[in-house]
């Protein structure tokens, strides 16, 4: 099993430009989240997904957005990017929204 | 505001000495869990305790959780370079579909 997959690795991007961070888990999980890691500030959940179909938003959800057509993909989007959102993005899947999570790579991105 | 705080920030240690990190939360749950983070990578789990659970044990690692404290304390015995990483605790917020987690311990384990 590959796990939990994050394309791509790194990305910089100018303010005001779009693109999506692709995750993709093969473990069957209903559960799948998205957190960004800043420093000092620990992960903070930026949108989650209870299963195909449904998604809801974390705590700093604004400036992304989030589907879930299928149980093995779950893509962010940022619609408009912003310098603040320079960060690094890891997705989670998980059997349990509180129970262990299996976390990506990461990907790491530049916002100028 | 931040559920789960880690204690202390950062932790330096020689190769061999154990290393103790505390994680205090504000309210109840139903259990908390830790989790490493190697620089550069993804966190991954390393154990889950239940509030009905006082102790657990994986391998070096000993967790405890003092739910009157609101409190839980990390322990890696005989530590090795290997285990220099930042180590995170996450709640949930009893019952909460959330986890939240906290910043994270910093340990260096000195050769």
């Known amino acids: 099993n590959a796990g939990v997959t994050q394309t791509p690795k790194f990305q910089v991007l100018k303010t005001g430009q779009s693109m999506t961070l692709q995750c993709a888990q093969d473990m069957n999980h209903e559960y799948m989240s998205w957190y960004r890691q800043d420093p000092g500030m620990g992960l903070r959940l930026i949108h989650y997904s209870v299963g195909a179909g449904i998604t809801d938003q974390g705590e700093v959800p604004n400036g992304y957005n989030v589907s879930r057509s299928t149980t093995e993909d779950f893509p962010l989007r940022l619609l408009s990017a912003a310098p603040s959102q320079t960060s690094v993005y890891f997705c989670?899947?998980?059997?349990?929204?509180?129970?262990?999570?299996?976390f990506g790579p990461g990907t790491r991105l530049t916002v100028t | 505001s931040q559920q789960g705080e880690e204690d202390p920030q950062a932790l330096s240690i020689q190769e061999g000495e154990n290393a103790t990190m505390n994680c205090s939360y504000k309210?109840?749950?139903?259990?908390l869990q830790w989790y490493r983070q190697n620089s550069g990578r993804g966190l991954v789990h390393l154990i889950l305790i239940r509030s009905n659970e006082r102790e657990k044990h994986s391998g070096r690692l000993r967790v405890t959780l003092d739910t009157s404290k609101k409190s839980s304390s990390l322990l890696i015995t005989a530590s090795r370079a290997a285990d220099t990483a930042s180590y995170f605790c996450a709640t949930d917020k009893g019952g909460s579909e959330k986890l939240v987690f906290g910043k994270g311990t910093k340990l260096t384990v000195n050769p």
């Open positions: 309210t109840s749950i139903n259990n």
């Open positions: 989670a899947s998980s059997y349990n929204m509180v129970g262990e999570q299996y």
